[in-house]
Structure formats: C-alpha cells, structure tokens
C-alpha cells in the first residue's frame, strides 16, 4: 500500500526555522522525483519545493534561500528544513512523489493527498 506520513510541524515565531519529516514505503522512495506541498486557507495547493534521485532540487520563488529539501533512500524519509519563517508559510504541508519535478509541478503524483502537517508561522 502507498503510504506516506508527515511529521514535524508546530507553531513557531517569524524567524523562526522547523524541520519537516516524510516517511513512508520503500516503494515510493524509488520514484525519481519527491516533493513537498503546502496549502494555506483559501488558497490553492503548491508546490514549495522538490528532489530527484539524482539530487536536483527545485524550489518556489517565495522560499528559495530558506528552504532546503533532502532526501535519504536508505531510511526511506524524506525532509524540509525551513529557515528565516514568515507569517505567510502558514500552511498545512504534505509531501508526495512522481515521476518527475515537471509532473510534480502539475500534481501528477502518485498517493491520495493525506492530512499532511500544520505549520504555523506568529508574527
């Protein structure tokens, strides 16, 4: 069964940093590309960042230099190191995997969507 878990999220101050976790079966860490989604309230789902096999990352423009993605195959987890927090990273996040950062971006991806992980950014 496909399954994937998110962990990690909390309330933290503006400036704050979190890190997020994704573990799930070996299965879909063999997927070339992984990813990590957020959704806010009354916004549509997005793509914040995502990782290849290879280790070629992809990032949106809004946390490009404070995001970091990784990923280890080994452990089959996956993880978002969040630096440099803003009010408006609150948002629940998710992760899920594809067969390519282009498909990621479109939401092509390959589980139902879970209940993710909250993260809520103070100001």
């Known amino acids: 069964q496909v399954q994937l878990v998110e962990s990690g999220g909390g309330l933290v101050q503006a400036g704050g940093s979190l890190r997020l976790s994704c573990t799930g079966s070996e299965i879909i860490f063999k997927m070339n590309a992984m990813g990590w989604y957020r959704q806010a309230p009354g916004k549509q789902r997005e793509l914040v960042a995502a990782?290849?096999?290879?280790?070629?990352?992809n990032y949106a423009d809004s946390v490009k230099g404070r995001f970091t993605i990784s990923r280890d195959n080994s452990k089959n987890t996956m993880c978002l190191q969040m630096n440099s927090l803003k009010p408006e990273d609150t948002a629940v996040y998710y992760c899920?995997?594809?067969?390519?950062?282009?498909?990621?971006?479109?939401?092509?991806?390959?589980?139902?969507w879970g209940q993710g992980t909250q993260v809520t950014v103070s100001s």
């Open positions: 899920n995997a594809g067969s390519s950062i282009d498909l990621l971006l479109r939401q092509w991806v390959i589980r139902a």
């Open positions: 990782i290849t096999n290879g280790g070629s990352t």
